[in-house]
């Protein structure tokens, strides 16, 4: 089974400060997507931002960016200008069509301050 | 509206009863999923299928059984098998190498 390591529990921000979660993987594999989902208080999933790994660019959708490092197997997320809106749990996950599941790390929850 | 629908929304389970747990999906997706989410932890697959008749299960599916008889519908039965039943489940679909769609989960307690 595929290892997705989330090793910020908490992390709190200021409105309108970046904050950045970490997480790491580790796989054999070399075709593989990696995501980012949002879950606020009402649990539901959502999905923030995508990346292949064969693609070398970092995606970024508006205030959510990452930092794709494929041969450290690292895949942060950047959430720029932070919004109230934004708090929640944050979890790291991994899929590769080999595995054909998707593999979540333990999450990181995001307060924001006003 | 296309989406996935769990229902119900909240359900409780008496001892040594088995319980269903429903999940619908109008994305003509050919994968779906159901995993577990236990308080402040993330989530763990109990079982998967790539396509009607046919699925696999997944990290842990024991206490838990599936069936695949339509590609919209997915229900995960949770036996008496399953001694700490107690979660928040979310099922899930997808097509392939997309990223999964959830649905609103479903909270399941003990009476």
């Known amino acids: 089974a595929q290892t997705v390591t989330q090793s910020q529990p908490e992390m709190s921000v200021q409105e309108a400060e970046t904050v950045t979660l970490s997480c790491t993987y580790d796989t054999s594999e070399s075709d593989y997507y990696l995501f980012w989902y949002k879950q606020p208080p009402s649990r539901q999933m959502i999905l923030v931002i995508r990346?292949?790994?064969?693609?070398?660019q970092n995606a970024t959708e508006n205030r959510f960016s990452v930092n794709f490092q494929k041969a450290a197997k690292s895949f942060s997320l950047k959430i720029s200008d932070s919004q109230l809106g934004d708090a929640a749990m944050y979890f790291c996950?991994?899929?590769?069509?080999?595995?054909?599941?998707?593999?979540f790390g333990a999450g990181t929850t995001v307060t924001v301050r006003a | 509206d296309g989406g996935i629908t769990q229902s119900p929304k909240y359900l409780f389970r008496k001892e040594g009863q088995n319980v269903t747990l429903s999940c619908e999906q109008n994305?003509?997706?050919?994968?779906m999923y159901w995993y577990r989410q236990d308080p402040g932890q993330g989530l763990r697959l109990i079982y998967y299928?790539?396509?009607?008749?046919?699925?696999q299960k997944g990290d842990i599916a024991e206490g838990y059984s599936v069936s695949r008889e339509k590609k919209e519908s997915f229900p995960l039965t949770v036996t008496s098998a399953q001694k700490n039943p107690t979660a928040f489940y979310l099922c899930?679909?997808?097509?392939?190498?997309?990223?999964?769609?959830f649905g609103d989960g479903t909270r399941l307690s003990i009476l």
């Open positions: 299928s790539q396509i009607v008749n046919d699925f």
């Open positions: 996950a991994y899929w590769a069509p080999n595995d054909y599941k998707l593999s």
């Open positions: 994305l003509n997706h050919d994968a």
């Open positions: 990346q292949e790994a064969y693609k070398q």
């Open positions: 899930a679909s997808s097509f392939y190498n997309q990223p999964q769609h």
